[in-house]
């Protein structure tokens, strides 16, 4: 099986001027694959602290669907708080949505964001990356580093079992 795992999907990493070298986002590398019969069976797809609303991660996941091929969000993780974690490889939390990341905010962004990607037929995994702090990101675990639940873990199980509830 082949997979092709993508980071930075609204192309942030394309250098803006007149004297870049031309690059391209994720989509249209996955567009030129298929123009040059490039097989691949899976989009694997990051969702790392999007600076987006969920109205722009719905628009981005609608256009990576046109490609015709199951996505799997591999990563998906945001953070519970501001401050800065020294025993992670990244200390600093990026970016904001909506106001400074904070436990509430990293609840509504879980439900949020598995209730959009679970309405796609397409989409076949949802990965949350870090299960407990202390990881890759600053405090963006589901549990703390204790292994206590946070807010986001508890979001995320009611909303499954409402999903269990309903026959999903």
Request: net charge negative.
């Amino acid at each position: 099986m082949t997979k092709r795992n993508t980071c930075c999907q609204w192309a942030e990493y394309i250098p803006k001027g007149p004297r870049q070298p031309p690059l391209h986002s994720a989509y249209q590398y996955l567009q030129t694959c298929l123009e040059n019969d490039i097989p691949f069976e899976i989009i694997g797809m990051q969702l790392y602290y999007p600076n987006q609303d969920m109205f722009e991660v719905n628009r981005l996941l609608e256009r990576f669907s046109q490609l015709g091929t199951p996505i799997h969000i591999t990563e998906l993780e945001v953070s519970s708080n501001t401050t800065r974690a020294e025993n992670t490889p990244c200390p600093d939390p990026p970016v904001l949505w909506h106001a400074p990341w904070n436990k509430n905010i990293q609840a509504d962004w879980v439900e949020q964001s598995y209730t959009l990607c679970y309405s796609k037929s397409y989409i076949q995994a949802v990965t949350w990356w870090d299960l407990a702090d202390d990881g890759f990101w600053p405090h963006g675990g589901l549990l703390r580093s204790d292994f206590s639940p946070k807010l986001a873990y508890l979001s995320l199980n009611t909303l499954q079992k409402r999903w269990l509830a309903l026959g999903a």
